[in-house]
């Protein structure tokens, strides 16, 4: 079905997925996840039409590149080349910049209907990233959980990090705040940050810290609930609210553990704490920091990831 049409004239699609208890709503503007429904209940936070998205959204189930997260002083340096990206998020570029994938429209490639495969060219130079990259997601609901498989390559050395943008409550969408989501992440350390929360380069250990979630904590028992840091993953994690149990497992090495702590009621539906993102990926600022896992991607290499989230009652 038609969810909209841009001022360009170019129409976004809604595509509907079901099975067993799960349904899902994906767009086609920027791969979102509209909506992911559990016996009835929506798990994620959506927008109620494409002007929302295009104006007061905050990356809203949206797949976010061509490199998610931050990037410092929005430049890095490849094979002694420095290359210059928008700046979005004071001095650094966040999720590729001031049009990144969660702006473009993606094209459909296959669906079922259990599952939708999404496309996209980004071409040299698109904001700023060398190279024509090209980026396969596809979204498949099974075994009581959505599973994401990314893939993307390249014909020049360039860098990549994709990743699912959805805010969770597990209560269910309006349904109040997530500081009492009780949330556990298979990590010993996490990446701390400077002011402009790109990381210092040190893995830090959580122990004795209030990052520390390898026994399950809710989300706003210490530190006011304020989480935006990555995690240097060494399994999987679990978030519990509401009776249900969302377990997430992937082959990213980090994730990106966001509260929802800066979401602004007047900018957005939504306000402070109204979802949390497990945002699976590398590092942030990878391409300037050679000792975090590397994101460059070359010519005849097919980057793939997946990531599953599976519920219980």
Known sequence: MIFGTLPSGEQVEQVELSSGRLR?????????VRSLEVSGRNVVLGLDTLEDYLT???????????????????RFTLD???????????????????????????????????????????????QGYPGTLTATVTYTLEDDGLRIDYATETDKPTVVNLTNHSYFNLKGQGEGDVRDHVVRIAAEHYLPVDADKIP?????????????????????ERIDGG??????????????????????????????????????????????????CLETQHFPDSPNQPQFPSTVLRPGERRTSTTTYRFTI
Not at 58 to 66: H, I, S
Not at 96 to 125: H, I, M, N, Q, Y
């Open 24 to 32: 899902a709503e994906v767009l086609t503007l920027g791969a979102v």
């Open 56 to 74: 007061r959204s905050r990356y809203f189930g949206a797949v976010v590149g061509r490199y998610g997260n931050r990037i410092a002083g929005g």
């Open 80 to 126: 002694g080349v420095e290359y210059t990206l928008p700046v979005n998020n004071g001095p650094n570029s966040l999720h590729g910049g001031t049009e990144g994938f969660d702006s473009k429209v993606w094209t459909v490639a296959d669906r079922s209907p259990s599952s939708v495969t999404l496309t996209l060219a980004s071409p040299d130079g698109d």
């Open 200 to 220: 210092t380069g040190e893995l830090a250990p959580v122990k004795g810290t209030p990052f520390d979630f390898t026994e399950p904590h809710a989300l706003g």
């Open 227 to 276: 989480y935006d840091h990555c995690y240097v993953l060494d399994g999987g994690m679990s978030v519990t609210a509401g009776g249900l149990t969302m377990e997430v497992t992937t082959t990213e090495p980090g994730v990106q553990f966001y509260s929802g702590s800066m979401l602004d009621g007047a900018a957005t539906p939504f306000g402070p704490f109204a979802g949390l």
